[in-house]
């Protein structure tokens, strides 16, 4: 590079420029059968996700995609770079917002010190016939051409999803429609240059998209990032490099990750790629996938739309992601956070069995005073703290849930026998329909994860209950519940009762009128035997019978909370100092505790706190309980 131009602006002193590796791609090669009812198709799901999992990446070969087209592609595209300059500017442009552009270096031209060996031309593809008549006329086959290869990836790139979908166990579609919109094309091209231990052809990253597949040329410059070291990628011609972008890292929850990859430059050979996307629209709500969330493996990212990731797109895109886009716990006790989001390390599983190990020598000693027998939780704060934090709605009711399985645990540890939750009130009902469907989506979600052989309500041995009026749930939750209900029953060592179209006076109305029903039919069979009030017709002392006619004992029997005793310990969350209908016949001597964290905030130590409280309080509460 004797041109000192290029010698300042080119220049990024690559220390490591990798080592040419080879059989390391090699491995890495798996066989994407043609047709997907192909016997083999187990083993080609098992291998892409293992290959995923060890190199980031795989090639695939026998894919499908005629190596015809692939070369008359290619051959398509050298003949565009190689055309005049005076034809090619018509399509240059910096402004990323437009469709079909060519440009050099990054997308960050105007702002990189130092720029990179490349040039690239993007366009969209699909739908093709939107997008076709903004694509280069010259040369003469180029509409013709990559019309059809654009059409024959997008369906490669389809099924390759619908195996890594299989693979992973989501639904059916799962990455169709609106995950996969948008089809972009983006060729990159790099003359030979002069110094390759200046610059790079790319600089290293992840693809910030769902998923690309490159088809490399027959020249070297491809690396992937691999235990601390560069390493080179074989050029297969006939072969598609298929890389997940990072939406694929997340809403795989990190099952399968992203690779890290640059390009080097070559001294005396062009090269192009041939890069295609799959991009989710703008407004598709990111997020790991339900089916791979539950209370052993915590979402690892935040709820966000595509186009907020994409706005935040820098080179630096793996660290954006990190810090925008990552779920922020945000509990007092960080550190269990910290264990749940990385539980699979060794290192953090050591430290997680320490905490654990701790926390039970902790309980020992605060089981030397009396131990709540029953505690009750008002869950507030949720959508707080999904506003304090910036989070997509909804976050807070899933970061919530997280806090309080911790809590169960904990509870659970502890020896407290029944722990009461206010998961949902009819009140609740009367909030915005979205908000409601979105939170019931999420309990029914939960609720089929309780009966989970692995679940904490089987691990700690758990009868749940679903406590309110079932009646007002959707079909699909209340079927859900009993389900649970009927899973749960045999479950004896401790009981959990989860308070759903739930409040309290609603509660008292309708044990008061089964009350009442259970005595009408009573005295309804005295009458038939001629024995009874007959109320027809009562005289005076009849009256003073009928007064009488249901007590407390009675009421209290139809309580739905009648399958466990009065709570110990009431702990509202947020500060707020109100029982909002929750258990008002039930709390006349527990003790109430209301820190002033959110409920997703709530950790280890606000558990002690409110159960040291209520030891210091308990010879004076149970003096209270007796004088009833
Ligand atoms: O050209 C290559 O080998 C890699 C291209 C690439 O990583 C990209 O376009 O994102
Ligand atoms: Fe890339």
Same mark, same amino acid.
């Given at each position: 590079m004797s041109n000192p131009y290029l010698k300042v602006m080119y220049s990024h002193q690559i220390e490591d420029l990798g080592s040419k590796l080879f059989h390391f791609a090699k491995t890495f090669q798996w066989l994407i059968s043609a047709k997907d009812a192909d016997l083999d198709r187990a083993e080609t799901i098992q291998k892409i996700l293992k290959s995923c999992q060890e190199f980031g990446f795989f090639q695939a070969i026998n894919h499908g995609v005629s190596e015809c087209l692939m070369n008359d592609t290619m051959s398509v595209f050298k003949e565009f770079f190689g055309m005049p300059a $005076? *034809?090619? &500017?018509?399509?240059?442009?910096?402004?990323? %917002?437009?469709?079909?552009?060519?440009?050099?270096?990054?997308? %960050?031209?105007?702002?990189?010190?130092?720029?990179?060996?490349?040039? %690239?031309?993007?366009?969209?593809?699909?739908?093709?016939?939107?997008?076709?008549?903004?694509?280069? &006329?010259?040369?003469?086959? *180029?509409? $013709?051409?990559? #019309?059809? *290869? =654009?059409?024959?990836?997008?369906?490669? +790139?389809? @099924?390759i999803l619908d195996l890594i979908c299989e693979g992973l166990g989501l639904e059916l579609g799962y990455f169709g429609d609106e995950a996969s919109k948008i089809q972009l094309l983006s060729v990159n091209h790099h003359i030979p240059c002069p110094d390759p231990s200046l610059t790079l052809g790319m600089p290293e990253h992840c693809d910030p998209n769902l998923i690309s597949i490159l088809h490399q040329c027959d020249v070297y410059g491809l690396q992937a990032f691999k235990d601390g070291q560069w390493i080179g990628v074989e050029p297969l011609p006939s072969a598609f490099v298929v890389i997940p972008g990072l939406q694929l890292r997340v809403i795989s929850n990190e099952k399968l990750i992203s690779p890290k990859h640059r390009v080097v430059t070559d001294a005396k &050979? =062009?090269?192009?790629?041939? /890069?295609?996307? +799959?991009?989710?629209?703008?407004?598709?709500?990111?997020e790991p996938a339900r089916a +791979?969330?539950?209370?052993?493996?915590?979402?690892?990212?935040?709820?966000?739309?595509?186009?907020?990731f994409f706005s935040t797109f820098t #080179?630096?895109?793996?660290?954006? +992601?990190?810090?925008?886009?990552?779920?922020?716990? /945000? *509990?007092?006790? !960080?550190?269990r956070s910290d264990m749940e989001k990385a539980s699979n390390t060794q290192a953090t599983q050591f430290f997680g069995?320490? #905490?654990?190990? !701790? @926390?039970?020598?902790f309980f020992r000693v605060l089981c030397i005073g009396p131990v709540p027998n029953h505690i009750a939780f008002i869950m507030d704060g949720n959508r707080r703290y999904a506003r304090k934090h910036k989070l997509i709605e909804g976050s807070g009711h899933k970061i919530g849930f997280l806090a309080l399985m911790s809590i169960l645990r904990y509870c659970y540890e502890l020896g407290v026998k029944y722990v009461t939750i206010y998961a949902f009130s009819i009140e609740n009902f009367k909030r915005r329909p979205e908000e409601v469907q979105s939170v019931m989506e999420l309990m029914q979600e939960k609720i089929e994860g309780l009966i989970k052989e692995e679940s904490i309500v089987n691990h700690y041995g758990v009868r749940v209950y679903f406590i309110g009026n079932l009646k007002l749930l959707s079909r699909s939750v209340r079927l859900a519940a009993e389900r649970a209900m009927a899973a749960t029953a045999g479950n004896s060592k401790a009981v959990l009762s989860i308070c759903v179209a739930y409040t309290s006076t609603d509660e008292i109305v309708h044990a008061v009128q089964e009350s009442c029903e259970e005595k009408w039919d009573e005295i309804r069979v005295l009458d038939a035997s001629g024995a009874g009030y007959g109320l027809i017709g009562l005289g005076g002392s009849e009256m003073d019978e009928r007064e009488h006619l249901i007590d407390i004992a009675d009421?209290?029997?139809?309580?739905?909370?009648?399958?466990?005793p009065d709570p110990d310990i009431l702990i509202r969350t947020s500060g707020e100092t109100r029982l909002s209908n929750f258990l008002l016949w039930q709390s006349a001597h527990c003790h109430l505790y209301s820190p002033s964290m959110l409920w997703p905030e709530i950790g280890f130590w606000h558990l002690v706190r409110a159960v040291l409280d209520f030891q210091r309080n308990f010879v004076y509460l149970e003096e209270k309980k007796k004088q009833v």
């Open positions: $005076e *034809y090619k &500017e018509n399509f240059f442009s910096n402004d990323p %917002n437009k469709s079909c552009r060519l440009y050099s270096s990054t997308l %960050n031209y105007d702002k990189e010190e130092v720029h990179y060996w490349r040039d %690239n031309f993007t366009h969209h593809c699909h739908p093709l016939e939107e997008n076709m008549q903004i694509w280069p &006329e010259k040369p003469t086959r *180029y509409r $013709e051409v990559v #019309g059809t *290869y =654009s059409a024959e990836v997008r369906k490669l +790139l389809l @099924r &050979e =062009s090269r192009t790629t041939i /890069g295609t996307f +799959l991009i989710p629209s703008h407004d598709f709500l990111i +791979l969330v539950n209370e052993n493996n915590s979402p690892l990212y935040r709820t966000f739309k595509y186009k907020e #080179g630096k895109i793996f660290l954006v +992601l990190y810090q925008r886009f990552t779920v922020h716990f /945000g *509990y007092a006790d !960080l550190a069995n320490l #905490g654990s190990f !701790l @926390r039970k020598c009421v209290e029997k139809h309580m739905y909370m009648a399958v466990a």
